[in-house]
Structures are given as structure tokens and as C-alpha cells.
RNA sequence: GCGCCAAUAGCUCAGUUGGAUAGAGCAACGGAUUUCUAAUCCGUAGGUCAGGGGUUCGAAUCCCUUUUGGCGUGCCA
């Protein structure tokens, strides 16, 4: 609707041969008195025009008046445009909401736009914990929604199957698998994984393979036990994120990158454009030509590439692979990393402007109105499997969409299991199935909306009824806003006031009237239609809508 | 020290990219159920938008600065 008023302005603005400049708005008022939509057009191009503000409000207004879609044009203020909306165009809209049934808000705003969204990427260490959660109801919900504006959106899970890390993760399993065995462990060390399931995959390798592994060479025991322990995190990882509706269409593997040789590719690369030179029998990334802060270690003194390298190889894959939107999600405590990788895509000669970095924040449990304290050193976390355990996957997603990625979350556990008012998710669910509850309803009385026929929607003459239409109309701008700014919270909060909105009506209004087949034909099919945008945008977060509760 | 993120009602947070009188939810109190689901609705309150300065028709929003909190600043990942 915002686009359909924008382009109507354009349109008058051409007709009546104004030069404009086009970043004005078109906005719902907070005031109802200002009308349905206003726009600061007029305000936007007093200098562009040189002319009042108001001057040019009235050329528009005498102009767009003219359209049967607008009841009235009203300037206002310093130079608003307020446009009132023509009843006729409500139920003209209605009507297309009814049509577009689920694929109400798609289209093509987004039109071949590769867009890469890389998310979790947590490292198959152990388990999943609430971070990861957080990242995957939002990376996975900003898919969602981009693929339902018509991008090409791609989800990717970045697997640091290589490298040090993943020493430390088999070392763990060999001490654990050996304390199986008797063998006297003096002090397990303090950077080794400490969680309980290293024990259990120590069990379970120990029924697979018994002492066998004993014979073997210290480095084949080894690989042995970080393939095993990977092969089974990674399935771990999978049937978490499985319970929690989130899926990937590609993992990047590192160890794969290191094998089909794409650092030394991207190491090639660098040292091609000169940034690369040797000191200390390392070589260094001369990144401080690129805005860093100091040059960075590439090749450790050992021979070892640090872990920079196939971070950029990873990169460069992504360019190579065609994306024009490259999306990294990644914690808080990443972004010190972030300034050495944009070095180097500038490095390559490649348009970081393209890569756009996403900073979760982190969370708090709370449980009793305490902050859970947890600590990875210790293994005492609360994992991503704990969580959906404890309160559901919807209340889970809900929670998590429901604030900017920026902002710190306090997740209150007590609240999220709560099957009360207090709790939003129970609220939105609610109202989705109030109107199942409604129409099965009305199928008794002989009045379902099959049966109707010719509906009248010019029954709908309540203002909380249009307030409702015009509500749902403007969906399809709050997708576009989630996806332009990555920020799929905003989809939580409309949801969350066209609930309230149903709410209200249905308590205020019967819906109903055996006597008023028409009126209530009428209101039927606006409640099938507010029924369908709930469930949309519950789909769009992951969260499911039940037709019971 | 330097860098990033934040600071809005008692609490948790929004605030449509610079718009008109800054909004919800929760918590508190009172009320509504012969009913299409009361997991709901109706009514009552709260603000120096952390402080200060600047930019302009107009600032919670942009710039500078101070304060407070979180994180980062490895030849760890």
C-alpha cells in the first residue's frame, strides 16, 4: 500500500513536472486524526523545488485528488500530505489478501539478489548451546523472509573441522577414552573440553572399538578419535538444529577447503598483490595498507596457517560463488576478527561492500530472576537441546526474533514456559486458533465461508474492522523492512499487534449472526484473512501455528 | 590506551532510517464470562529518550564530547 501511494506521488510529481528527489517517505501516523498514510514529500524537496513546503503540497494534492483511491488529500502541519483512504479500496484490497491466500507478501522485491547467509558456523566441539540457537532462529528467519520477497537466499554453516581446535577435541577424547581404560589422569587440562558428552562418546568408541585402538600408532589413535568425535558432534548438531526447524543448504567444511587447496589459492592471491612478506620465519598479511591496525600473522613460525587464512579462502568462495548480498552472522566477541578479513577482501580487489557483518549479542538466562552463570571451561552450559526441552521451539524462536540482533537478550525461562497473557508466543497462538475455533463454528450454523456467496465486504463498515484491513496491508512493507535491514524482529512485534487487534474485535464484536448471514459472511472472510497473515508470519519465524490449544 | 556495541516508563523492550502529542508488553489496582475458546477484553499510571554541545523548517534518531556497562584488541579459533 506504501508502494502503491509512493508511486502515485511519482506519478503526479511527473504529470505536473516537478524535479524531485525520491528518498521521501510515505508513512503510517501515529496520529489517527492525520489520516491513513502521510507523506513528507513536499518537506523532502522544499530546497530541490524552491518553493514552500506548502506550495508544493497543494500542486499534489489538487493532482492526486483527482484518484477515486483516496477519500481525501489533506495538507497539514508544515507540509504533510495525509491521505484518507476510499473505503472501496479497503475491500479492493481485502478481496487480494483473500485471493494470495499463503502467498499473501510475496513478490518480487528482491529479484535476483544472491544473498549468502552464514550463521552458527559453531565449532563441532560439543553441543550446540543458546547462542547458537539465537543465531539460528535469526539467520534461518531472515531466510524465510527473503526468500519470500522473491531473493535467492542460501544458508550456510560454516564447519571448522580442521585446525587446532579440533586437536584439542580429540586429545579430550583420548584422556577420557583412557580414564575408560584405567589409565591415571593427573589434571585434565584446563583449555581441553570438559562437557560430559566427551565421556559419552569415550563410552560409545569404546563399544565400538574396545582396546583396539590401543595398537594402533599414536597419530592414527588420534585421527581415529577426531573423526569419530566430529562425524558424531556434526550429527549431534543436526538433530538439534533438526528440533528447532533450522536447515542449511550447504556446510562448508574446512577441512575440504584445506584439501582442494584453496588457501594456498588465496595465499597465492595476496602475495600476487603484493601484501604478504616474511619476518621471523612467519609470513605476515601487510593489512594496515587496508585500514587494520597491524599487519597479521598468516603462516606461523611452526608452518601452520593461522586461523585468518582459510577464513579468507572461505571468502573468497563466497565472492567466487557469485552472491551480491554476503551476510555474516557471528557473536560479539568476533568482531575483532572482522577488521583483518576486510583487509584482505580489499586486498584482493574484491567489493567488501558486498559483506556485511551481523553482530548477535549475547544472552542472559534468567531463571528465578537470576542470571544462569555458565562457563564452557567448566562444561557447565545449557545447550541449545536444554533449551527447546525446557520451553518449546516456538517460545524458543518467538523469544529470540523478538529483539534487534544488536541488543542484549534477557531470556526469561519462567516467562517463556508460561501458558499465560504474560507470554507473547501463547498470545499470537491464541488468535490464530480463536479464528479456527470461530469458523468451525460457523460450518455448524450452515455459514461457512463457502457457503457464503457474493460476499458483501461493504458490510465492514466498523472502523475496527478497516483498522484491521489496513493493518494487514501493511505486511508486505514489514517484510521489506526485515529484510533490508536484517532485522526479522520487527516481523514479531506486527504479528504480535494484529493479534491484539483480532483480540479486541472479537471480544467487542459477534462475528456469527444467524439472523445477518451478509454481515457475518463479511466478517468471516476478514477474520479467514487475518488468520492467514498470522500464520504467515508465525511460518516466516519458524514458530507454527496450531489449530487447538 | 585504541576499537566495536549499547544506554528510552519500576522491569523487558519498540520507535517505520530525520517527522506532527516518544509507544507496547509485563508488573499493580478495579471491572467484564447465560458467549464464536477468559491463554481474552475494558478502565486507571508512569518519561530530563544517560549528561552537555552542534547540524536544520524539525533530533530519541545524524555529528562532537563526557559518563556508565558489555565485548574485543594473540604466530587461539
Known sequence: MKTKIYNDIVKSLKKINLNYNKNFGVEVPNIPEHGDFSSNVALVN???????????????????????????????????????????????????????????????????????????SAN??????????????????????????????????????????????????????RELHGHEVEEFPVEAYHGEYIKELAFELNTLEGTKLFHMTEDDRLERMKNFALDEIHKMQISSLKRFDVEFDNWMSEKK??????????????????????????????????????????????GNPTYLVPDIAYHLTKYNRGFNIILD????DHHGHVSKLRAAIKALELDDSKLEIIYLQ???????????????????????????????????????????????????????????????????????????????????????????????????????ELDIIKKMLEFPAILQLCADNREPHRLAGYVHE???????????????????????????????AVQNVISISLGLMGISSPKKM
Open 46 to 120: 522544499t530546497k530541490v523545488l524552491k518553493k514552500k513546503p506548502h506550495d508544493i503540497a497543494k500542486l499534489l494534492a489538487e493532482d492526486l485528488s483527482k484518484k477515486r483511491d483516496y477519500k481525501s488529500i489533506k495538507i497539514a502541519g508544515p507540509g504533510f500530505l495525509n491521505f484518507k483512504l476510499a473505503t472501496s479500496l479497503y475491500y479492493k484490497e481485502l478481496k487480494k489478501i483473500g485471493d494470495a491466500g499463503t502467498d499473501y507478501g510475496k513478490s518480487d522485491y528482491g529479484k535476483s539478489q544472491k544473498v549468502l547467509i552464514e550463521f552458527i
Open 124 to 177: 563441532p566441539t560439543g553441543p550446540l548451546n543458546v547462542v547458537s540457537a539465537r543465531a539460528g532462529a535469526y539467520g534461518d528467519s531472515l531466510y524465510r523472509i527473503m526468500d519470500h520477497l522473491g531473493f535467492e537466499p542460501f544458508r550456510e554453516f560454516y564447519l571448522n573441522d580442521a585446525g587446532n581446535q579440533v586437536d584439542i577435541l580429540a586429545e579430550s577424547l583420548e584422556i577420557r577414552y
Open 257 to 302: 577447503l584445506r584439501a582442494e587447496g584453496t588457501l594456498e589459492e588465496a595465499l597465492s592471491y595476496l602475495a600476487e598483490a603484493g601484501c604478504t612478506y616474511e619476518k621471523d620465519d612467519a609470513v605476515f598479511f601487510s593489512s594496515t595498507k587496508f585500514g587494520d591496525e597491524k599487519d597479521r600473522v598468516l603462516i606461523k613460525a611452526d
Open 329 to 332: 552472522v557471528l557473536g560479539p
Open 362 to 464: 549475547h544472552i542472559n538466562l534468567l531463571q528465578d530472576g537470576e542470571i544462569v552463570k555458565m562457563s564452557k571451561r567448566t562444561g557447565k552450559i545449557i545447550t541449545m537441546d536444554d533449551l527447546i526441552d525446557e520451553v518449546g521451539k516456538d517460545a524458543a524462536r518467538y523469544f529470540f526474533l523478538d529483539r534487534r540482533p544488536s541488543a542484549h537478550l534477557d531470556f526469561d525461562l519462567e516467562l517463556a514456559k508460561k501458558k499465560t497473557s504474560e507470554n507473547p508466543v501463547f498470545y499470537c497462538q491464541y488468535a490464530y486458533a480463536r479464528i479456527n475455533s470461530v469458523l468451525k463454528k460457523a460450518k455448524k450454523v450452515k455459514l461457512s465461508l463457502k457457503k457464503c456467496k457474493d460476499i458483501k465486504l461493504k458490510k465492514l463498515s466498523k472502523k475496527d
Open 498 to 528: 494484529l493479534a491484539s487487534m483480532f483480540h479486541k474485535y472479537y471480544a467487542k464484536y459477534k462475528i456469527i449472526d444467524e439472523e445477518n448471514p451478509d454481515l457475518s459472511c463479511a466478517r468471516l472472510y476478514l477474520i479467514s
